[in-house]
């Protein structure tokens, strides 16, 4: 009988031991791979100095889609799909302006995506500081045709920075609103970051449709620590001018690489990230670098001759920045169709270190997962964290209930820098940490493909 049990085990080991030789291998291909021949700078480069900024309805979405359907073929896809969806179409319309009117000095402003501009008439009024919406509430007898100034500052104690964007970015998101409840004329909110320059960070809010829709701004993190001391002091009167508009809306793609499974082909894979970004800045983290990343991988696949057992979509969306509308298709398409998609895997938090893996999925493909963290952390995600995905994928899970999700977790410590600012450009991307990212997402693919969840 130990005879037996000890066979089993010298058998249960070698199978283990030579299962993780032959992935650590492959893997280790894969990254050579990337690390000697690969193509995701380069074509972030054409991404962001031939086309640029990428909003949604614009003439470079369209140049990007066709771009990326390009990329798709070149790289190796068995077909490419261009999927279409219905997309806002908003437009800064001009240059946005503030300026103090007592002393006149220039204040750094960049429009909110989504708001209503007032014109070359402007706004001008005397401005009104709240640090928070409590404190709003609090003075809301005060705002009436008051510029309220949102001075909520990012937490510097956060070490996950995403949780400091996660409290911040509702007073963009709703602030607005809530301000012109009690009969502001305009806001201007603090960027969304804790950088030491003064770059202002657009982002899209979100107006109620029940009350009026008031300019708002972002202003530089210097500019509003200037403002900031100044309302401290007294008075002060501000004038925004700003231009945006909605156009009729537009038709944008999806654009979708496939490698059809040769074992599962009905079981779905799909990593993506998304190709649209705003109109100030080149969008090279954001999320530039999320599409180059996955279509690296695309042709890494087809350089080192991996044939998968499962489909695997290789998915630039479109509109994530103001309106998810790609990711909603591309849910209501696959709930449409009956889909089995068993993971999705999305890039968007910058191409910097890659440092984890967050996953959405149930405690036994978490289980499952974890044991293959030996295998990716020498290239970079030491850390598999339970809960994570991507704004273009979750709709996926919520249409279907059974997708497991996740997101590469960069290193974060940077990318508030720029997020939505005029320095996400080509140039604050560095090489090896984009491809390192795309050797990461690369061997979860890998091995998820292989043996399944």
């Given at each position: 009988?130990?005879?037996?049990?000890?066979?089993?085990?010298?058998?249960?080991?070698?199978?283990?031991?030579?299962?993780?030789?032959?992935?650590?291998?492959?893997?280790?291909?894969?990254?050579?791979?990337?690390?000697?021949?690969?193509?995701?700078?380069?074509?972030?480069?054409?991404?962001?100095?031939?086309?640029?900024g990428r909003l949604a309805g614009s003439p470079q979405m369209t140049m990007a889609e066709q771009w990326g359907e390009k990329v798709m073929k070149e790289s190796g896809a068995d077909k490419v799909i261009m999927q279409p969806c219905i997309v806002p179409?908003?437009?800064?319309?001009?240059?946005?302006?503030?300026?103090?009117?007592?002393?006149?000095?220039?204040?750094?402003?960049?429009?909110?995506?989504?708001?209503?501009?007032?014109?070359?008439?402007?706004?001008?009024?005397?401005?009104?500081?709240?640090?928070?919406?409590?404190?709003?509430?609090?003075?809301?007898?005060?705002?009436?045709?008051?510029?309220?100034?949102?001075?909520?500052?990012?937490?510097?104690?956060?070490?996950?920075?995403?949780?400091?964007?996660?409290?911040?970015?509702?007073?963009?998101?709703?602030?607005?609103?809530?301000?012109?409840?009690?009969?502001?004329?305009?806001?201007?909110?603090?960027?969304?970051?804790?950088?030491?320059?003064?770059?202002?960070?657009?982002?899209?809010?979100?107006?109620?449709?029940?009350?009026?829709?008031?300019?708002?701004?972002?202003?530089?993190?210097?500019?509003?620590?200037?403002?900031?001391?100044?309302?401290?002091?007294?008075?002060?009167?501000?004038?925004?001018?700003?231009?945006?508009?909605?156009?009729?809306?537009?038709?944008?793609?999806?654009?979708?690489?496939?490698?059809?499974?040769?074992?599962?082909?009905?079981?779905?894979?799909?990593?993506?990230?998304?190709?649209?970004?705003?109109?100030?800045?080149?969008?090279?983290?954001?999320?530039?670098?999320?599409?180059?990343?996955?279509?690296?991988?695309?042709?890494?696949?087809?350089?080192?001759?991996?044939?998968?057992?499962?489909?695997?979509?290789?998915?630039?969306?479109?509109?994530?920045?103001?309106?998810?509308?790609?990711?909603?298709?591309?849910?209501?398409?696959?709930?449409?169709?009956?889909?089995?998609?068993?993971?999705?895997?999305?890039?968007?938090?910058?191409?910097?270190?890659?440092?984890?893996?967050?996953?959405?999925?149930?405690?036994?493909?978490?289980?499952?997962?974890?044991?293959?963290?030996?295998?990716?952390?020498?290239?970079?995600?030491?850390?598999?964290?339970?809960?994570?995905?991507?704004?273009?994928?979750?709709?996926?899970?919520?249409?279907?209930?059974t997708t497991a999700l996740a997101g590469l977790s960069p290193d974060s410590q940077r990318y508030f820098d720029i997020h939505h600012a005029r320095n996400d450009v080509f140039e604050n991307v560095n090489k090896r940490e984009l491809e390192l990212g795309?050797?990461?997402?690369?061997?979860?693919?890998?091995?998820?493909?292989?043996?399944?969840?």
């Open positions: 009988m130990k005879k037996i049990v000890f066979i089993t085990t010298a058998l249960l080991f070698f199978l283990t031991v030579f299962g993780q030789t032959e992935d650590s291998l492959m893997i280790k291909k894969l990254s050579d791979e990337i690390l000697l021949n690969g193509k995701a700078y380069g074509n972030l480069h054409h991404l962001t100095k031939k086309i640029g179409h908003w437009v800064r319309g001009g240059e946005d302006k503030a300026r103090t009117i007592n002393g006149n000095r220039k204040l750094d402003v960049v429009a909110l995506g989504n708001s209503i501009g007032n014109g070359k008439k402007g706004v001008k009024a005397e401005v009104l500081l709240v640090n928070s919406f409590d404190e709003l509430e609090k003075k809301k007898d005060e705002v009436k045709d008051k510029i309220v100034f949102y001075n909520y500052r990012f937490n510097p104690t956060y070490i996950q920075t995403f949780r400091a964007y996660g409290e911040a970015s509702q007073y963009r998101g709703s602030g607005p609103s809530r301000a012109a409840k009690y009969g502001a004329k305009a806001v201007i909110i603090r960027s969304m970051s804790h950088s030491t320059d003064n770059n202002p960070h657009t982002g899209a809010t979100r107006y109620v449709d029940t009350l009026p829709k008031i300019p708002a701004v972002a202003i530089g993190l210097r500019d509003a620590d200037w403002l900031s001391e100044e309302l401290q002091k007294g008075k002060l009167s501000v004038e925004i001018i700003t231009n945006g508009q909605f156009l009729d809306s537009a038709t944008g793609h999806n654009v979708i690489g496939e490698l059809t499974g040769s074992e599962f082909p009905n079981e779905i894979i799909t990593v993506g990230g998304h190709l649209d970004s705003w109109d100030n800045c080149e969008g090279a983290h954001d999320d530039g670098a999320g599409c180059v990343q996955t279509m690296e991988i695309l042709r890494v696949f087809k350089a080192v001759g991996y044939k998968p057992k499962r489909t695997i979509r290789f998915v630039l969306f479109a509109n994530e920045e103001n309106g998810l509308r790609g990711g909603n298709k591309y849910a209501e398409e696959a709930k449409a169709k009956n889909e089995k998609h068993i993971f999705a895997l999305e890039s968007d938090a910058g191409g910097f270190t890659p440092r984890a893996f967050g996953f959405t999925m149930t405690d036994e493909q978490f289980q499952k997962v974890i044991q293959w963290k030996p295998l990716i952390a020498p290239y970079g995600c030491s850390e598999f964290n339970r809960g994570g995905g991507g704004a273009d994928i979750g709709p996926l899970r919520r249409a279907l209930g795309a050797v990461n997402m690369a061997a979860l693919i890998y091995l998820i493909d292989k043996y399944g969840l």
